[in-house]
């Protein structure tokens, strides 16, 4: 975040996959804590872009990158969530697919963190 403050983000993974849905296994349930988090790291990702818009330092790259992460993660989760319910149903698409954008935010977070 902009002007030294802590860093906040959860530290998930960085692949768009996550290793779980390649062999189709699933670790644990999701918590609400693991949706606290990821809000956490939502608001981190956007205060972290609008400061650095604010103060004239989002590069190009960034901006054009902000975009394409975004439709990245739109169509893993579809992937992801496709395949979880042709394996193994509603609920294990619906983990699959939360995981796939917690998984591009914690990303962000730590990316958007360290570049400061």
């Not at 959860?10 to 693991?34: C, E, H, P, Y």
């Not at 992460?69 to 319910?85: F, T, V």
């Amino acid at each position: 975040m902009h002007g030294g403050a802590a860093h906040l983000c959860s530290g998930i993974g960085t692949n768009g996959l996550s290793r779980r849905f390649v062999f189709g296994l699933i670790q644990r349930k999701l918590t609400v804590f693991d949706f606290l988090q990821f809000g956490l790291d939502v608001q981190q990702v956007m205060t972290n872009r609008i400061f650095r818009m604010m103060a004239g330092e989002l590069s190009p790259r960034e901006v054009r990158r902000m975009i394409t992460e975004k439709q990245a993660a739109y169509s893993h989760a579809h992937i992801a969530g496709a395949y979880a319910l042709l394996t193994g149903g509603p609920v294990e698409a619906g983990r699959e697919m939360i995981k796939v954008y917690q998984t591009a935010v914690s990303a962000n977070c730590a990316r958007l963190s360290k570049a400061r």
